[in-house]
C-alpha cells in the first residue's frame, strides 16, 4: 500500500487531534522543504493592502484574543490563536484576502480548493464549504458596500480555515500518537500561518503550493484519485443489498440477486458495465466478475458466492470511500523522504514491499490477542541461522503446558534451558525441579539455529520498542491462507533469502551465493547494515495499484472503525 512508486501501504484507537498537541509543536517545526515562490514577498493583489480604522483593528484584535468567531461552522480557533495573532501582526493588521472591500482572486481561488477538500480525502465542511457562497455574495451585493466588521470577519474565516486546511493536508486530522502512542511524528512544517503567508498567499500557482504539502509518492495520488472516483460511485449506486442465501451459490445455480450483483459489479468495473442478466441464473459472465472482484477484496477468487464475499458486496460504497480517506490519512503521518528505499508492511493486506522488488507475503499477528503494532524503525542487521529465545509470555502459556504432557518436547523440537546469563542448564528431557523453575520464571527457553528454528533462517533486527522484527519460518502453511494473521506479533515472511539478498546488495562481500552458504551452514552469522533501512510497519485497508485497480481488505484489527469516528468527529460536532 505505501510503498513509493507502487501500492500502498499501508497505519493505523480513540483520540482527536488536540489543539494544544498542535500548538506546542508549532514553535519547534521546521519550515517544509519547497522552492520558494517566485512572487514570494510581492503584495498579494495590485491593489494596496486594505487597511483597518482603529475600531476596526480592534475588533480583530479582540477577535483573536477570544480565539472564537461565531460566523464560522466551528467557531472555536484556540489551537490557532497564537499563530493567527502572529500572522495579522505580520501583515500590520491590515486584511489578507481584501482589496477595495472586495474579495480578491488569490481569495477566490483559495476558497474554490478549500470547497473541493472532498477531492482530497479530507471533509470540505471543515472549512466552511456551505457557507462560503454567501459570504461572497454577501461582499458583493450591487449598489451597497460591506462594512469593515463585515470584511474583517470574511478575512478572519478565511484565515483560519486555510490554516485547518494546511495542517489537515500535510499532517492529517487525526494525531496519530492517540492511536499509537510510539509513533514517531515528525511534522515539518513551522506553522500553518507562516505556510499560509510565504508560500501561498504569494504563490503564482495556489494549487501547486498546496500540492507541496501532500506525500509526494506516486501511490498516494492514485488513492486521491480513487477518492474521487469512489465519491461518484457512491452518488450513483442505488445501495440495494444483495439477498443471503443458506447456503452457497454456484455457477448455474438459480440465485434472485443476479439484477443487482450484475449492476453493482458493472458500477465498479468488475463486469463490463453493458452485461445485462437475461434471467437470474449465475452464469459464466457474472462468475467471472466475481472472481475478479473477491481477487479485490482479498478473498480467495473462487467465483463462489458465500458467506464472505456476499459480505463484501453488501459493504456499502461511502464505507469504501471511508477507507480510501483513512488510508490517506496514514500517508500523511509519514516520512517524505528516506534515506534508503524503504521496506514497507501492510498490515491487513499481508503484504511486504522492498524497494522496486516484488511484494511478499506475510503473516502478522493474531487479531485481538497479538496484534502487530505500526511504528517506524530502521534495519540494523541481518541475521543467519537465528536462534530463538522464546518470550516469557510464550513459555508460560505455550511451552510449559506442552512439557507438563511431555517432559521429551523440548528434545525433540530443538529447545535448551537457559539460565539468566544465557549458560545452558539442560538439552534433555526436563526434570521436575527445572520444570518448576520454568514455570517461576527462573529459568528460560532457547531452539537452536537450524531448519526447523522457528525463526526459520534468517532474522532482520529492527530496534523498537515491542520486541517485533522480520524472520522466517519453517512453517509454510500460513503463507497459503488468505488471512495470514497467525503469529504472536512478529512478521514471518515467504522468501526470507531474496529479502536479505535485498537488504545487503550494497554491501559487495555478500553476494546471494555467500548469503545461501551462511543461511545453510552451521554457525549464527550476524551481518551489520553499512547503512540502516527504513522499516514502516503500516495499516492500510485500502490500495490502487499502478494500472489502477483499487483493492481493499478487511480491518482486522479495528484500527478503521476506530479511527473513522474521530475522523468524522470535527464535522459532526461542526453541524450541531
Known amino acids: 500500500m505505501l510503498k513509493p512508486g507502487c501500492g500502498i501501504l499501508t497505519a493505523i484507537i480513540a483520540g482527536q487531534r488536540a489543539g494544544c498537541f498542535f500548538c506546542a509543536l508549532f514553535p519547534a517545526l521546521l519550515l517544509l522543504s519547497v522552492p520558494a515562490s517566485p512572487a514570494e514577498g510581492s503584495a498579494a493583489g495590485a491593489a494596496q493592502p486594505q487597511r483597518l480604522s482603529s475600531k476596526g483593528e480592534s475588533e480583530l484584535r479582540g477577535i483573536v484574543a477570544a480565539g472564537r468567531l461565531k460566523t464560522l461552522q466551528q467557531p472555536q480557533f484556540g489551537e490557532y490563536q497564537a499563530e493567527l495573532g502572529e500572522f495579522y501582526k505580520a501583515e500590520d493588521y491590515t486584511l489578507v484576502w481584501v482589496r477595495q472591500s472586495r474579495p480578491t482572486a488569490k481569495a477566490r481561488v483559495v476558497i474554490k480548493r478549500l470547497q473541493a477538500a472532498d477531492n482530497d480525502g479530507l471533509l470540505a465542511q471543515d472549512y466552511d464549504s456551505p457557507l462560503w457562497a454567501a459570504r461572497l455574495a454577501g461582499l458583493e451585493r450591487p449598489g451597497r458596500r460591506a462594512s469593515e466588521s463585515q470584511l474583517l470577519r470574511f478575512d478572519l474565516a478565511l484565515t483560519v480555515c486555510a490554516m485547518r486546511y494546511i495542517l489537515d493536508l500535510h499532517l492529517g486530522r487525526i494525531n496519530p500518537q492517540a492511536f499509537h502512542a510510539t509513533f ?216 510449559v503446558p506442552k512439557i507438563e504432557k511431555n517432559p521429551a518436547y523440548l528434545m525433540k523440537n530443538d529447545f535448551e534451558v537457559i539460565d539468566g546469563k544465557e549458560d545452558m542448564v539442560s538439552s534433555g528431557a526436563v526434570s521436575a525441579q527445572v520444570l518448576d523453575q520454568l514455570r ?96 514502516l510497519i503500516q495499516y492500510g485497508t485500502a490500495v490502487v495499484e499502478e494500472d489502477g485497480e483499487v483493492r481493499f481488505f478487511d480491518d482486522i484489527y479495528n484500527h478503521d472503525a476506530a479511527e473513522a469516528a474521530v475522523f468524522e468527529k470535527r464535522a459532526l460536532t461542526a453541524a450541531r
Open 184 to 399: 514517531d511524528f515528525e511534522p515539518d512544517i513551522r506553522g500553518p500561518a507562516d505556510y499560509l503567508r510565504k508560500r501561498v498567499m504569494s504563490a503564482e500557482d495556489v494549487a501547486a503550493a498546496f500540492s507541496a504539502l501532500e506525500p509526494p509518492f506516486p501511490a498516494y495520488r492514485r488513492l486521491v484519485k480513487a477518492v474521487q472516483r469512489y465519491r461518484q460511485l457512491a452518488r450513483k449506486d442505488d445501495g440495494e443489498r444483495l439477498p443471503l442465501a443458506g447456503y452457497p451459490i454456484k455457477a448455474g445455480a438459480y440465485y434472485p440477486g443476479v439484477p443487482r450483483l450484475t449492476r453493482l459489479l458493472g458500477l465498479l468495473g468488475d463486469l463490463p458495465a453493458r452485461a445485462v442478466p437475461s434471467s437470474n441464473v449465475y452464469g459464466a459472465a457474472l462468475v467471472k466478475g466475481v472472481k475478479h472482484f473477491q481477487r479485490r477484496h482479498g478473498l480467495a477468487p473462487d467465483g463462489i458466492l458465500g458467506e464472505q464475499t456476499l459480505r463484501q458486496l453488501n459493504t456499502p460504497l461511502a464505507v469504501r470511500l471511508s477507507q480510501l480517506r483513512l488510508t490517506l490519512e496514514r500517508w500523511r503521518w509519514l516520512p517524505r523522504r528516506f534515506s534508503r528505499p524503504p521496506i514497507i508492511v501492510n498490515i491487513p493486506e499481508f503484504r511486504l514491499y522492498a524497494g522496486d522488488e516484488p511484494s511478499q507475503k506475510v503473516v502478522v499477528g493474531m487479531a485481538f490477542e497479538h496484534q502487530t503494532p505500526v511504528f517506524a524503525s530502521q534495519l540494523t542487521e541481518v541475521v543467519f541461522r537465528p536462534p530463538w529465545t522464546v518470550p516469557m509470555s510464550i513459555q508460560l502459556a505455550e511451552m
Open 440 to 535: 517461576k520464571s527462573q529459568l528460560y527457553l532457547r531452539q537452536r539455529p537450524g531448519p526447523n528454528n522457528s525463526l526459520g533462517l534468517v532474522k532482520f533486527l529492527m530496534p523498537n520498542n515491542h520486541s517485533v522484527y522480520i524472520h522466517g519460518t519453517p512453517s509454510r502453511g500460513g503463507f497459503r491462507e488468505a488471512q495470514r494473521d497467525l503469529s504472536h506479533g512478529c512478521i514471518r515472511v515467504a522468501d526470507p533469502g531474496a529479502l536479505a539478498v535485498w537488504a545487503l546488495r550494497g554491501q559487495p562481500e555478500w553476494p546471494p551465493e555467500r548469503i545461501l552458504a551462511a543461511m545453510n551452514g552451521g554457525e549464527t552469522v550476524t551481518v551489520k547494515l553499512s547503512e540502516p533501512i527504513p522499516v
